[in-house]
């Protein structure tokens, strides 16, 4: 199967898999491909506009008993990091100049 993926910006790509892929499949191929964070990926098919798992649980669901088939077009979003993964990533200070 060949699928059309969007990002965030609008941005479109091209994913091959296989007729028998599952969600894990398709988002292993995402990350191989665009190097995104495979465990972030929520992945909705625009037919029906939910996503296509709600938990890592459901990674082993064929695609195309989510609907997915050749050509379809698939929305790619990301779960927000933790709290506290990103407490110490963005520090924000004021430069010595401007504080007195």
């Known amino acids: 199967m060949r699928l059309v993926v969007e990002n965030l910006t609008g941005t479109l790509f091209?994913?091959?898999?296989?007729?028998?892929?599952?969600l894990a499949d398709l988002k292993r191929e995402i990350e191989a491909q665009q190097e995104l964070p495979f465990h972030r990926l929520i992945l909705m098919l625009?037919?029906?506009?939910?996503?296509l798992m709600t938990s890592t649980d459901e990674d082993g669901v064929l695609l195309m008993d989510c609907g997915v088939k050749d050509g379809s077009h698939i929305y790619l979003f990301f779960n927000?990091?933790?709290?506290?993964?990103?407490?110490?990533q963005f520090v924000f200070s004021w430069p010595d100049s401007l504080l007195g």
Do not use: K, R
């Open 46 to 51: 625009d037919t029906n506009h939910t996503p």
């Open 80 to 88: 927000p990091l933790d709290d506290a993964s990103t407490q110490d």
């Open 14 to 22: 091209y994913i091959q898999v296989g007729n028998d892929a599952t």
